[in-house]
Every structure is written in structure tokens, then in C-alpha cells.
């Protein structure tokens, strides 16, 4: 690990000063990537401005019964174990309740994850599929705008996420294949029904999560298990690793997605 400042910041305004004070500063969420990257040395940055103890960057409220607002420094574990997310979107208890091991759970949080956009994460996929957006410092930016790629997001240099919004779907589902070791997603399909039509996400399969139309045309004209069996999936861009080909994430997807879906209709 190589040398660097550390700032505790009280406000989402010092936290920005305190950024921009040093010439190549992170944000330090629960730093469970970013605190690994600084270990093994592939992260350089010249000081850590930590988001752990500004309040209004955590907790969780619904907004006028259609969305779920959560903060960015909101745990894992806390979206799993929360009342409020088990009413409006039970499929994002099983989702965050499914990430890693407890100690992940409690430190990771969801803008964390999000600013990280690991190809295998279980977030992106519910923030597409929940047609949702991410509230920064600067603005508003709807899942398309803001996930571009392999650990790439829209997000500027010290633009500072504060909340996550999802919208309410009637039913929904999250199923993933998940990888023995750390639980990330070899692939996840994240279905969210609103009122007939239909959205379908995936993780782990490619360089990004993405959304799946062939899957949510075949859904929104029948949503049954059926339905999704003799869908064709695209597997050109999918990952091929020691864990998995394309082609087996391919039938993955379709696997995932009929599993969702059985689930939804039980
Ligand atoms: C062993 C292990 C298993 C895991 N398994 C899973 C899994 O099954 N599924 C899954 O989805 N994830 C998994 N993760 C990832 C984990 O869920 C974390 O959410 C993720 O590592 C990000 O960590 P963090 O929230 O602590 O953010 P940090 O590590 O603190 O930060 C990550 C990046 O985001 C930036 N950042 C953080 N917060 C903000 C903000 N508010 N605004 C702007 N930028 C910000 C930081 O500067 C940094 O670049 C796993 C991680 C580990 C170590």
C-alpha cells in the first residue's frame, strides 16, 4: 500500500472541498474494492475522503408509493434486513441479502457498488431492470446514462453519488448463478413486471450489465417460464473465463430468467 491523506468528512459539501484539495482523491465508502485495490497497488491515489459519517448518505424511504429512494452509503445488509425494501421491492432483499458473505454485507454499500460497476454485481442489474437512476451532487442520471461499461460509469471526477432511486414495479424477481467463492454473480436476471410491461436485466455475463429486450418482449406477451425457454440469446459479447463460457451463460440467462419468473408466480 502506498502512502496517502485520510479526511473523515461531516457534509456532502466538505466532503467535495476536502476532494478537491488533493490532486487525485477517492471517495472511501465501505472500501471493500477500493481498500483491496490500494493493497495490492492498483490504486495510487494521493488521499481518501472517507463518506462513513455523513448521515444524510444513508437510510432508506418510499416516495409517494411509486419509488424507493436509498441512500448511497446505505449497506447491503441494511436493504436486507429492511421492513420498509420488503414492502415496496421484496426482490431487493433477496438481492442484497444474497451479496457476498455478512462482513460484505455490512460494510459494502449500494453507491459503492454502483460507482464500482464490477461486470458481476447484483446492483446494476436492479437499477436497470428497475428503470432506475442515480441522484449525485451535480445531478440526475437515469441507469442507461449512468452505466457505460467494464468499470466505467458517468460519473466526473469528485462527483459524489447520494442516493439511488428505484421505481416500484407490480412484482419482481431476482435469481443468480452465483459464483462458489465470493457469491458474485456469474450471471444474475433481474424481472420486474410494471402492470404487463415487462423489463428484464442481466448481470455477469457481459463487460456490463445490461438489458435483456429479446427476454422482455417474450415476457410482455406471455410472462410464464415458457415463454423465455425458446428465446435466443445473444452470447457474442459474453464473457468466456475459467468459471464459464459464453455459450453457458447464455443458457444461464435463460435459466435465471425462468427461475425468476416461476418465482413471481408461485
Ligand atoms: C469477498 C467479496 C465478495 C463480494 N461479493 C459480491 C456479490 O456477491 N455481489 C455484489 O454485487 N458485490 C459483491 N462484492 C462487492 C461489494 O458488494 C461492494 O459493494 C463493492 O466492493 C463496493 O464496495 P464499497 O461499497 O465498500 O465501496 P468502496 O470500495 O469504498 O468504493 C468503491 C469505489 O466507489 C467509489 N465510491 C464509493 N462511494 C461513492 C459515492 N457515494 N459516490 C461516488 N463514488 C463512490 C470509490 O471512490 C471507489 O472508487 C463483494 C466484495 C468482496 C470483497
Known amino acids: 500500500m502506498y502512502a496517502f491523506e485520510y479526511h473523515s468528512a461531516r457534509s456532502t459539501d466538505d466532503a467535495r472541498r476536502a476532494f478537491e484539495g488533493f490532486a487525485d482523491a477517492r471517495y472511501l465508502a465501505g472500501g471493500q474494492t477500493l481498500l483491496a485495490s490500494l493493497k495490492m497497488r492498483l490504486a495510487q491515489p494521493d488521499a481518501l475522503v472517507d463518506l462513513g459519517r455523513i448521515p444524510d448518505l444513508s437510510g432508506i424511504r418510499s416516495f409517494e408509493s411509486t419509488h424507493l429512494i436509498v ?95 428505484f421505481r416500484r414495479p407490480s412484482r419482481a424477481a431476482y435469481m443468480k448463478f452465483k459464483h462458489p467463492a465470493s457469491r458474485f454473480a456469474l450471471v444474475g436476471v433481474f424481472v420486474a413486471d410494471f402492470d404487463g410491461s415487462v423489463r428484464v436485466a442481466v448481470t455477469g455475463a457481459a463487460a456490463c450489465a445490461f438489458r435483456c429486450v429479446p427476454l422482455e418482449e417474450a415476457l410482455t406477451r406471455s410472462f410464464s417460464p415458457d415463454a423465455v425457454r425458446e428465446v435466443h440469446i445473444d452470447d457474442s459479447d459474453f464473457n468466456t473465463d475459467l468459471q464459464a463460457t459464453a455459450a453457458y451463460r447464455a443458457n444461464l440467462v435463460r435459466v435465471m430468467a425462468s427461475r425468476a419468473v416461476s418465482h413471481i408466480l408461485r
Open 71 to 165: 441512500g448511497a452509503m446505505t449497506t447491503h445488509a441494511e436493504v436486507a434486513a429492511s421492513d420498509e425494501v420488503r414492502r415496496a421491492i421484496p426482490a431487493l432483499t433477496t438481492l442484497a441479502g444474497g451479496i457476498g458473505d455478512p462482513m460484505v454485507r455490512h460494510q459494502g454499500t449500494v453507491g459503492g457498488s454502483l460507482a464500482n460497476n464490477d461486470p458481476a454485481a447484483d446492483w446494476p442489474s436492479a437499477l436497470l431492470a428497475l428503470d432506475g437512476a442515480v441522484v449525485t451532487d451535480r445531478r440526475r442520471m437515469g441507469a442507461d446514462d449512468f452505466l457505460l461499461g467494464l468499470f466505467t460509469t458517468a460519473l466526473e471526477p469528485g462527483e459524489l453519488i447520494r442516493s439511488i432511486e
